[in-house]
């Protein structure tokens, strides 16, 4: 079995597993059990709370103790427990808990899975900016399989959504124990100071103006991320209050249009190696905050009764391909080649730390005051139209903010690591 195909298995499987339910537990929330607005909220903010501090503890432990693979199958196979249990809990406060425990297992595996992968590759001797990212669209292909396995089994209101991420991520956690050994390199026998000790060592990158700055825009992209995630499948899911919407595909089947996000990801992740080389980690970013504008300006105008309305919600969710690759994935490049290898799960614990974990509390939380207090109607409908516009104006002066303090000089001649770690 080649490197590629193990490490193709490794991505499917760990989106599978996410896509599965993430898209879907709405529905499974108002739908099934009945229970309220702002306890959905708290159980969609675990992930952002996990990840404040389990990748970057999970990345630690994987600098200097155990090999990241090793990690990487254990917190699977208890995330997998956690997903059996959800179904049979009966109130919305013993969920906040136990999902906040799934997502302190699952979170840090998004971090390890970039470590494991990037490690074995190279140690082969591949190019990761030409090699991962083919590698990489099979985790978009994992997740879309996930979200159209439950919806095509007619599992979105259903408790069986959570027995089948559960299933697949106790096959993903015995494979993980197969994987390339990816062991500890920070030396514990000689750490010369206390970061070194404590493994902070990854925090140390912040000293940098241009990567602390790029962690900055990170987190104010992370938070972007989470207004999408939570409130997408919400926003096509509220037309079927509406007797003229209630029936139409779009609305029944909500989770199959967003998945049209992900088919998106498959073609923009197979063009970041020519985007990166050709444009440089800047402007790829600055095309991420520019798609994630037009993102929430075109659900604005979205309806999924007209055409007009309904070619708005699908570029919406095919400008999403470009809004979330070009941030995450190049994102995570760009940390690979500035910092050093013995910091590596370190450093991609931290990038992990601003997106999911600050800045998806961050875009969580203040998104939620904001819809509550000036967007909700005294009968609970939402205004819409004003909510997106009012994401598209954050996403563009971000994109502007970004253009004048973020410096980095692109060399278009320069190939692989080389052209984005300058």
Same mark, same amino acid.
């Given at each position: &079995?080649?490197?590629?195909?193990?490490? $193709?298995? &490794?991505?499917?499987?760990?989106?599978?597993?996410?896509?599965?339910?993430?898209?879907?537990?709405?529905?499974?929330?108002?739908?099934?059990?009945?229970? =309220?607005?702002?306890?959905?909220?708290? +159980?969609?903010?675990?992930?952002? +709370?996990?990840?404040?501090?389990?990748?970057?503890?999970?990345? +630690? $432990?994987?600098?200097?103790?155990?090999?990241?693979?090793?990690?990487?199958?254990?917190?699977?196979?208890?995330? /997998?427990?956690?997903?059996?249990? $959800?179904?049979?809990?009966?109130?919305?406060?013993?969920?906040?808990?136990?999902?906040?425990?799934?997502?302190?297992?699952?979170?840090?595996?998004?971090?390890?899975?970039?470590?494991?992968?990037?490690?074995?590759?190279?140690?082969?001797?591949?190019?990761?900016?030409?090699?991962?990212?083919?590698?990489?669209?099979?985790?978009? +292909?994992?997740?879309?399989?996930?979200?159209?396995?439950?919806?095509?089994?007619?599992?979105?209101? =259903?408790?069986?959504?959570?027995?089948?991420?559960?299933?697949?991520?106790?096959?993903?956690?015995?494979?993980?124990?197969?994987?390339?050994?990816?062991?500890?390199?920070?030396?514990?026998?000689?750490?010369?100071?206390?970061?070194?000790?404590?493994?902070?060592?990854?925090?140390?990158?912040?000293?940098?103006? %241009?990567?602390?700055?790029?962690?900055?825009?990170?987190?104010?992209?992370?938070?972007?991320?989470?207004?999408?995630?939570?409130?997408?499948?919400?926003?096509?899911?509220?037309?079927?209050?509406?007797?003229?919407?209630?029936?139409?595909?779009?609305? %029944?089947?909500?989770?199959?249009?967003?998945?049209?996000?992900?088919? =998106?990801?498959? &073609?923009?992740?197979?063009?970041?190696?020519?985007?990166?080389?050709?444009?440089?980690?800047?402007?790829?970013?600055?095309?991420?905050?520019?798609?994630?504008?037009?993102?929430?300006?075109?659900?604005?105008?979205?309806?999924?009764?007209?055409?007009?309305?309904?070619?708005?919600?699908?570029?919406?969710?095919?400008?999403?391909?470009?809004?979330?690759?070009?941030?995450?994935?190049?994102?995570?490049?760009?940390?690979?080649?500035?910092?050093?290898?013995?910091?590596?799960?370190?450093?991609?614990?931290?990038?992990?730390?601003?997106?999911?974990?600050?800045?998806?509390?961050?875009?969580?939380?203040?998104?939620?005051?904001?819809?509550?207090?000036?967007?909700?109607?005294?009968?609970?409908?939402?205004?819409?139209?004003?909510?997106?516009?009012?994401?598209?104006?954050?996403?563009?002066?971000?994109?502007?903010?970004?253009?004048?303090?973020?410096?980095?000089?692109?060399?278009?001649?320069?190939?692989?690591? /080389?052209?984005?770690?300058?």
């Amino acid at each position: &079995m080649s490197l590629k195909f193990r490490l $193709i298995v &490794m991505n499917f499987l760990q989106f599978f597993i996410w896509g599965a339910w993430l898209i879907t537990i709405g529905v499974y929330w108002f739908q099934n059990k009945h229970w =309220s607005g702002t306890q959905f909220g708290a +159980i969609f903010s675990t992930m952002g +709370i996990a990840s404040l501090f389990m990748p970057s503890l999970a990345g +630690i $432990i994987a600098d200097k103790w155990i090999n990241a693979e090793r990690l990487y199958g254990v917190f699977h196979l208890l995330g /997998a427990a956690m997903l059996f249990i $959800i179904p049979t809990i009966g109130d919305p406060g013993t969920l906040f808990w136990v999902m906040l425990l799934t997502m302190i297992f699952y979170m840090p595996t998004i971090a390890l899975a970039i470590t494991v992968a990037y490690n074995a590759m190279k140690d082969s001797g591949m190019d990761l900016v030409r090699d991962y990212p083919p590698i990489r669209v099979w985790g978009t +292909i994992g997740f879309i399989a996930g979200t159209w396995t439950t919806s095509l089994l007619g599992l979105e209101a =259903s408790s069986g959504q959570f027995y089948v991420a559960s299933a697949s991520a106790v096959v993903l956690g015995l494979y993980a124990f197969v994987l390339p050994p990816c062991p500890p390199k920070l030396d514990r026998a000689h750490s010369k100071t206390l970061a070194d000790s404590l493994g902070l060592t990854a925090f140390a990158l912040f000293r940098n103006s %241009k990567l602390a700055i790029f962690f900055i825009f990170a987190m104010l992209l992370g938070a972007a991320l989470q207004l999408t995630n939570a409130y997408g499948g919400t926003f096509l899911h509220d037309f079927d209050k509406i007797d003229a919407y209630k029936d139409l595909f779009a609305v %029944k089947h909500s989770g199959i249009i967003i998945s049209i996000s992900q088919f =998106s990801e498959t &073609m923009f992740i197979l063009a970041i190696p020519f985007f990166l080389k050709r444009f440089g980690i800047k402007m790829v970013m600055l095309m991420s905050m520019v798609a994630w504008t037009l993102r929430f300006g075109m659900f604005a105008y979205g309806d999924p009764a007209s055409l007009f309305g309904l070619s708005m919600i699908v570029l919406s969710c095919i400008v999403y391909g470009m809004a979330f690759d070009f941030f995450n994935i190049s994102g995570s490049l760009f940390v690979e080649g500035q910092c050093d290898p013995k910091i590596r799960a370190s450093a991609q614990g931290l990038f992990m730390l601003m997106t999911n974990g600050i800045g998806a509390v961050l875009g969580s939380s203040i998104s939620g005051v904001l819809i509550d207090r000036y967007f909700t109607a005294a009968d609970g409908a939402k205004d819409w139209y004003h909510i997106w516009m009012t994401f598209a104006a954050y996403a563009l002066v971000t994109a502007i903010a970004f253009a004048v303090l973020f410096k980095h000089k692109h060399e278009p001649g320069a190939v692989g690591m /080389a052209q984005i770690a300058h």
